[in-house]
């Protein structure tokens, strides 16, 4: 019987060291994770909704758009994959129906922040968390969905109040989180090395993750060897992909315009190209299902007859 997604991913938190996970945005973007080696792979709100509606991050992309894309990604990709959950798009009832819906789409894990609605974007201003009580639920919630499916998918609890209250209100609701069954904990927009460690502190025995946005983000980018003195078991990286897609897609338009295709070596052949997006395997596999009528040439399916002019006398 082969391994569920949450079990894979469970695996992966009880193996040493730390483990790193690129978020993606596609189903392509995800085929490519997979094809550099990396175990697993988070979905991002953040790129998803660049890439999907051209908007921000700020709430307007909805629960079933969220899930519809996650749907292709997890379809295209054998390594587990950890879906962006926002709040759960509402109360505890509604994060009930978020949790129950990942697990049929078959995703190996969620996570979950305690933002009001609408939500903001992490490490970006204007965000605000609901009350203890609310987000402390809302965890709950999740954790009787996943029992209640008898799922074991991986319930990552994310608290966004370092930056909306303050850090030691982030660490109150970190415990609680786990005290309530959560399976890896989450302070978002951590501000130091510091920070960092403490929280890896709390809770020792729950598995930390860091959000590491590249590119002017409050939280330090640590290194591997880092990240695992200072206590973390996965690490995300948001915007690598969308970031560098974005760039190259300015460069190539720039010189486009100019004229001029993208040079030798900053793109890949035609038939790199094939290959990636699977036409190799494709071809692969219809041979399976040739039929004679397979082997007409092209000249025979579309010879046509000469006509010679006649007369009418």
Partial sequence: MAESPAKALRRILDSPGVHLGPACFD???????ERAGFDYCFTSGFSISAAR???????????GEMMDQGRQIIQAVSIPIIADGDNGYGNAM???RTVRDAIRAGYAGIFLEDQVSPKACGHTRGRKVVPRDEAVMRIKAAIDARKESGSDIVIIARTDSRQAVSFDESLWRS???ADVGAD??????????????AFCEIAPSVPKMANLLEGGGKTPILNPTELKDVGFKIAAYPLSLMGVSIRAMQNALTGLKGGQIPSHGSIPTFEEIKEIVGFTSYYEEEKRYATNTDQVSSQNAFWVPSIRGRSDG
């Fill in 184 to 197: 890896v904990l989450l302070i978002d927009a951590l501000a130091s090395r510091e920070e960092m460690k």
């Fill in 27 to 33: 189903a392509l973007s995800a085929k490519l994770v």
């Fill in 175 to 177: 415990q609680a989180f």
């Fill in 94 to 96: 509604n994060v009930k």
């Fill in 53 to 63: 509606l051209g908007l921000p991050d700020v709430g307007l992309i909805s629960f």
